[in-house]
């Protein structure tokens, strides 16, 4: 089964500060795409960044980087110079082309929180 | 302006009352998908369309039907809702991974707030 684990339900972290969010993901398929969305509390879906798994450079945007280790099968999120509006739910997802089809599948989900 | 647009965006309906939520994207995507999202459960694929007349089961397809009719809509039927299906539901749409130019990510739809009583 194709599977991602958000191992943290909720994160805190001091404006300014960097926080990681992890996540890790089971999957036999070589080529795929790994992706972070952000759903702040208007509950709308936005994409942070992505990840190419045939790439080995980490994505970058902006404050925004990731820690992709394909060996262990781990992508995780690191934020610098943390903003109030960073607060929202962060979801980790990958998607696949399986059997001629694709899937998109996400993790549960860790709910970050700003201190001002 | 490219985008998702889902109606209604808030239902409240009762057992057994067949519903139908509509998804529309302009954007030219193949590939269209709904999901549920549960708390604790993050965002789970009910039913996705790689392309016209072309669709499939994601991982919670029970309950729900879907047609694709049309490239740009993909509407999620509830025959016969129950109060388990009481969600918000989102509807994407995106390139598929064959496509040239395509950068793997969905775009979103705003969500519908459904409650089953």
């Known amino acids: 089964a194709q599977t991602v684990t958000q191992s943290q339900p909720e994160m805190s972290v001091q404006e300014a500060e960097t926080v990681t969010l992890s996540c890790t993901y089971d999957t036999s398929e070589s080529d795929y795409y790994l992706f972070w969305y952000k759903q702040p509390p208007s509950r709308q879906m936005i994409l942070v960044i992505r990840?190419?798994?045939?790439?080995?450079q980490n994505a970058t945007e902006n404050r925004f980087s990731v820690n992709f280790q394909k060996a262990a099968k781990s992508f995780s999120l690191k934020i610098s110079d943390s903003q109030l509006g960073d607060a929202a739910m962060y979801f980790c997802?990958?998607?696949?082309?399986?059997?001629?089809?694709?899937?998109?599948?996400f993790g549960t989900g860790t709910r970050l929180t700003i201190i001002p | 302006e490219a985008q998702v647009t889902q109606n209604p965006r808030y239902l409240i309906t009762v057992t057994g009352k067949k519903l139908t939520v509509t998804c529309s994207q302009n954007m030219n995507h193949e590939y269209m998908s709904w999901y549920r999202q549960d708390p604790g459960l993050g965002l789970r694929q009910i039913y996705y369309s790689m392309n016209v007349e072309v669709t499939d089961k994601g991982d919670v397809p029970e309950g729900y039907k879907v047609s694709r009719k049309e490239k740009r809509n993909f509407p999620l039927i509830l025959e016969s809702p129950s109060p388990n299906q009481t969600s918000l539901y989102f509807c994407a749409s995106s390139l598929t991974l064959r496509r040239e130019g395509h950068r793997g990510e969905q775009f979103f739809g705003p969500g519908t707030r459904l409650t089953v009583l």
């Open positions: 997802a990958y998607r696949i082309l399986y059997f001629g089809n694709e899937k998109l599948t």
């Open positions: 990840q190419e798994a045939y790439k080995q």
